[in-house]
């Protein structure tokens, strides 16, 4: 079946770095991908929508320049936050939808769990 | 009040017995997913369902779309079934709305 991959699984930066995830779909091409942050023992909120070719569209409260995301080709987008602060930390999950079944279905990441130190 | 409302919230479950998750919601629907999110965070779909009953080896999904609930259901649970498990609505707008999860722990 088809598989998202994100990368890395857990990642440690210190305070005013920058880290990048790659969300990867493997068997299929996603001309759109979703990126979503996880509090712990909260629920899965939705960041923003990748699309590819084109400017992500950011949810309300969530800063595009903090969170900068590009989807440059069909199979991957990548989420890079910028000048991490430890508020930052938290587990970011990528999904992806691939065109050829229903609309209504997705497929997840793995997961990225982020440490700002 | 949250889109979608899970029950319970948490779970204590002895190995063997029959484990039931409800979910509502309030908004319309094109689908539903349950997933399952091991402790280490990586999520897995479970099913996808936007009518009736589907079964998985022992695990059960069923959805009542007049009554916008549907719950997962676990036959002979296994230590190995402990998670938090996510039903999540996808909405005609294209968007999705999860609800906060049930974590799920079977004990030997």
């Known amino acids: 079946g088809a598989v998202v991959s994100q990368h890395p699984s857990r990642v440690i930066c210190k305070s005013g770095t920058s880290v990048k995830i790659e969300c990867r779909s493997l068997?299929?091409?996603?001309?759109?991908m979703f990126w979503y942050r996880q509090f712990p023992k909260q629920s899965l909120m939705l960041m923003a929508t990748s699309n590819e070719g084109s400017k992500a569209t950011y949810e309300q409260g969530v800063e595009k320049d903090k969170f900068l995301i590009n989807h440059a080709s069909l199979t991957l987008s990548t989420l890079t936050v910028t000048s991490a602060h430890p508020e930052d930390s938290s587990f970011y999950i990528c999904?992806?939808?691939?065109?050829?079944?229903?609309?209504?279905?997705?497929?997840f990441g793995q997961g990225t769990r982020l440490t700002v130190v | 009040k949250n889109e979608v409302e899970q029950s319970p919230q948490n779970l204590t479950a002895q190995e063997g017995e029959f484990i039931t998750i409800n979910c509502s919601y309030s908004?319309?629907?094109?689908?539903l997913h349950w997933l399952q999110q091991h402790p280490g965070g990586g999520i897995v779909s479970l099913f996808m369902?936007?009518?009736g009953k589907k079964k998985h080896g022992r695990l059960i999904a069923t959805i009542n779309i007049q009554e916008k609930h549907s719950s997962l259901h676990i036959t002979a649970s296994h230590p190995r079934d402990s998670a938090v498990y996510i039903c999540?609505?996808?909405?005609?707008?294209?968007?999705?709305?999860f609800g906060t999860g049930t974590s799920l722990t079977v004990i030997p």
């Open positions: 908004v319309g629907i094109s689908a």
């Open positions: 999540a609505v996808y909405h005609p707008n294209n968007q999705f709305y």
């Open positions: 369902l936007s009518s």
């Open positions: 068997d299929f091409q996603a001309t759109t």
């Open positions: 999904s992806a939808r691939d065109p050829r079944r229903p609309n209504t279905e997705a497929f």
